[in-house]
């Protein structure tokens, strides 16, 4: 009997392609997407630590899957397997088995490809507790895997599934470089590129498969130094060459840089390849020196800067987002206000902003000076402000300019499709039907705060040529 499958992914684009991976490593054993928990026969939960109100958010969604099962049970209708997966899994694990012992698996994002043998193992265990055989069920229902193997997770997944024009593509995990307030370090283990050999083959893949644009996907995306076919280490420039010599990939983008990694190869790469998009995620945390310092970045204001004109002189048309980071312990007016000084003089078309989490184990934690929250929120409302301005400010800009836009859903009203500008913005067009998962070329002709309004200029997909995304 075909059974069914409901993940909840929380925070990054990361969770996002691992609930992919974990969904198309379950299918072989009879596991079919199901849209809602109620339904299906087994839920994950796909956690983020990153802060504390993402994590807690888990503890309280458990609770509802305990319920849920009761309800099942009681209507007849069968046992649930509730599992976690992600950053907290990594984290509490044990925690999670104390607080929720309802659980039945707790697995990190190293050991997904184990998961076929973890719900074998906890079906078992339910089954033998359906018929009263608490021995066999074993002592509680949890099954725990937070291993960090030796063997490449990657090479036990099968290929993933395509859905729809666009694709995220995880080529590093894990993070060396332990800036003072994250937890990745702890949760994601040590940095792994996968060999540039893979990652195109998936990428093929997928292309084939009718995708269009691919999101290379890594904590440090651009850390990234894979194996390539002549042995060597190659670089995130050097693959992106390689992946736009497959024919039908449009878009080539990539998410989350850090300043540190930005290399010559990739400068040049943005500057002769088309398709790399002229969009690129890049934090920067805080203009202020004394505490880029104390998060330990590895880089001051003035690098950025640099980095900054660096990536700008590869094209004209490049834009920048980032994510920054109010009330960092320590964190004065005046360092506040060399943040603000530094958006202004750089000026951001999106961002990301958080007031600082103190994570249990990173080293700014146990930091003197915390800030008070009220401080906290006071900054963070002027920096969202100015960031807001900035973003409308450049939709605004956009008005008049042709745009191609991947047309990747359906929009509200009818005859409306949706899509991304090469700078993620969405943008709705009135347009036939069989345009979608095409790349069209728009002109835009309205801008609201968060997205804009196109008119189609040409239906056909745009040639691979030097033109640029934004004329
Ligand atoms: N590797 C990326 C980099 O170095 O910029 C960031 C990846 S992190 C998963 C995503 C974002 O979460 C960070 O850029 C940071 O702004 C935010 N973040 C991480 N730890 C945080 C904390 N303890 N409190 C608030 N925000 C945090
Ligand atoms: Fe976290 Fe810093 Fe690593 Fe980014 S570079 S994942 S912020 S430790």
Known sequence: MKKHLYIKTYGCQMNVYDSGRMADVLAPIGYAPAQAPDGADMVILNTCHIREKASEKVFSELG?????????????????????????????????????????????????????????????????????????????????????????????????????????????????????????????????????????????????????????????????????????EAGLGHLCRALAKIPGLERIRYTTSHPRDVDDALIAAHRDLPQMMPFIHLPVQSGSDRILRAMNRGHTRDRYREIVAGLKGSRDDLALSSDFIVGFPGETDKDFRDTMALVDEIGFIQAYSFKYSPRPGTPASAMPNQVPEDEKD??????????????????????????????????????????????????????????????????????????????????????????????
């Open 64 to 232: 509802r899957l305990r319920l849920l099962r009761e309800e099942r049970k009681a209507e007849g209708k069968g046992d649930l397997l509730i599992a976690v997966a992600g950053c907290v899994a990594q984290a509490e694990g044990e925690e999670i088995l104390a607080r929720a012992p309802y659980v039945d698996i707790v697995l990190g994002p190293q050991a997904y490809h184990k998961l076929p043998e973890m719900v074998a193992q906890a079906e078992r265990a339910a089954a033998a507790r359906a018929n009263g055989d608490d021995k066999a069920a074993g002592p509680g229902r949890g099954v725990l895997n937070t291993d960090f193997p030796e063997e490449a997770k990657f090479d036990f997944l099968p290929a993933p599934r395509a859905e729809g024009p666009s694709a995220f593509l995880s080529i590093q995990e894990g993070c060396d470089k332990f800036c003072t307030f994250c937890v990745v370090p702890y949760t994601r283990g040590a940095e792994y590129s996968r060999p540039v050999e893979a990652v195109v083959a998936e990428a093929r893949g997928l292309v084939e498969a009718g995708v269009r644009e691919i999101t290379l996907l890594g904590q440090n995306v651009n850390a990234y130094h894979g194996v390539g076919a002549d042995g060597a």
């Open 378 to 471: 006071a900054r963070l409302a002027e920096l969202q402000a100015l960031l807001q301005r900035q973003q409308i400010a450049f939709n605004q800009d956009c008005v008049g300019r042709e745009m191609d836009v991947l047309l990747d859903r359906v929009g509200k009203l009818p005859g409306q499709l949706l899509g991304r500008s090469p700078y993620m913005q969405p943008v709705h067009v009135t347009a036939p039907a069989d345009l979608r998962n095409t790349i069209a070329r728009l002109r835009i002709v309205s801008a609201g705060p968060n997205s804009l309004g196109g008119e189609l200029v040409a239906a056909a997909d745009p040639p691979h040529s030097s033109e640029r995304a934004c004329a």
